[in-house]
């Protein structure tokens, strides 16, 4: 039986880029507990300093608290291994479009990730089935 959206705690974005460090902002705003995992620490931390200046914008023009902002960071881990996102209850793959990436994802997602974790795509271009097939 497929999660409900009341029982999705833990949510992996893979891919700490425009896209993916927007989605784990959406996410630990609405109080999710995100992992961010990118293929290095500085990626990640380019993630997050993506992240933090959003933050600040909405800051400045009183859409959020300083508090709030602090708080969607601190719903915010991050890491490079995958072994962290075991317990997920969603991923949501943020990966540069290019197909031998996205099968390489997930073909590791599918030999860590617990069998009910929902696994999500963010391509644009690249057909979904042939991701699929890696999973």
Do not use: H
């Not at 380019?46 to 708080?71: F, H, M, P, V, Y």
């Not at 271009?125 to 097939?133: D, R």
């Amino acid at each position: 039986m497929p999660k409900k959206v009341e029982e999705i705690k833990k949510v992996a974005v893979i891919g700490a880029g425009t896209m993916g460090s927007g989605i784990a902002q959406v996410l630990a705003s609405n109080k999710k507990e995100v992992i961010l995992l990118d293929v290095s620490d500085a990626a990640i931390t380019a993630g997050i300093q993506n992240i933090e200046k959003s933050l600040q914008r909405l800051i400045k023009k009183e859409s959020i608290t300083q508090e709030d902002g602090s708080s969607i960071l601190g719903n915010i881990a991050k890491t490079t291994k995958y072994q962290d996102l075991e317990q997920a209850d969603l991923v949501i793959e943020a990966a540069y479009e290019d197909m031998a990436i996205k099968k390489d994802i997930y073909t590791k997602l599918s030999e860590i990730t617990l069998g009910d974790v929902i696994l999500a795509t963010n391509t644009s271009s690249l057909p979904i089935v042939e991701i699929a097939m890696n999973t």
